[in-house]
């Protein structure tokens, strides 16, 4: 199992909060939001658009959605319950 994190901050964005969260899995970002807009989670937030709503995708190594979780703004994401979904593939 691999766990990427994806957001539109910038590399050097991630390379702090990887730092200061020290973090054990590796941040991409979506700069462009190329992925935001390819998982449909694109909205305007404070007069910014195409940002990202919190989700969480489980893909396969084939590349296949096998799981997704939409969150509200101001919500955390239940780790447990994705450990337990990417566990069970």
């Not at 969260?21 to 970002?29: A, K, Q, T, Y």
């Not at 404070?46 to 990202?52: S, T």
């Not at 979780?69 to 319950?81: A, F």
């Amino acid at each position: 199992m691999r766990i990427l994190g994806v957001s539109r901050d910038s590399p050097w964005t991630h390379i702090a909060w990887s730092q200061t969260l020290d973090l054990n899995f590796e941040l991409l970002s979506d700069f462009n939001a190329e992925a935001v807009h390819a998982f449909q989670i694109p909205f305007v937030f404070r007069g910014l658009n195409d940002v990202a709503r919190r989700s969480a995708f489980l893909v396969d190594a084939d590349g296949t959605v096998r799981g997704a979780w939409r969150y509200d703004t101001g919500e955390v994401p239940d780790l447990d319950e994705l450990l337990v979904a990417a566990r069970a593939l």
